[in-house]
């Protein structure tokens, strides 16, 4: 079966750190771009971080810059997110989704449509 299931999401509080992994399983991620997205309650879904095939183009959504960091090991087909400095804002559940091919994340974020695979959400609560 091919998909993405995202992992790390837990309760933090303001200031602190999660990391937060998307790993794939029935294909190879190498040939893949990946992208969190997260879903605030009452907020549509928005972008927040993208990796292109290889790892060397990053995105971030201007909320996050500088506190946000993506990676990846293709080695261990997985995607991470770490977050740092967290805020309530950050409350959300992060999605992380899979598109086919080496012109994505390029010049900025993925879209939220036309992406080939979708996890079902890891929620992340950042709270006293």
């Known amino acids: 079966q091919l998909q993405v299931v995202e992992s790390g999401g837990g309760s933090v509080q303001p200031g602190g750190s999660r990391r937060l992994s998307c790993a794939a399983s029935g294909f190879n991620l190498e040939y893949w771009a990946i992208g969190w997205f997260r879903q605030a309650p009452g907020k549509e879904r928005e972008g927040v971080s993208c990796i292109n095939n290889s790892g060397e183009n990053t995105n971030y959504a201007d909320s996050v810059k500088g506190r946000f960091t993506i990676s990846r090991d293709n080695a261990k087909n997985t995607v991470y997110l770490q977050m740092n400095s967290l805020n309530s804002e950050d409350t959300a559940v992060y999605y992380c989704?899979?598109?086919?091919?080496?012109?994505?994340?390029?010049?900025?974020?993925?879209?939220?449509?036309?992406?080939?695979?979708w996890g079902k959400g890891t929620l992340v609560t950042v709270s006293p």
């Open positions: 989704a899979a598109v086919y091919g080496f012109r994505h994340c390029i010049s900025g974020l993925l879209p939220s449509y036309g992406l080939d695979y």
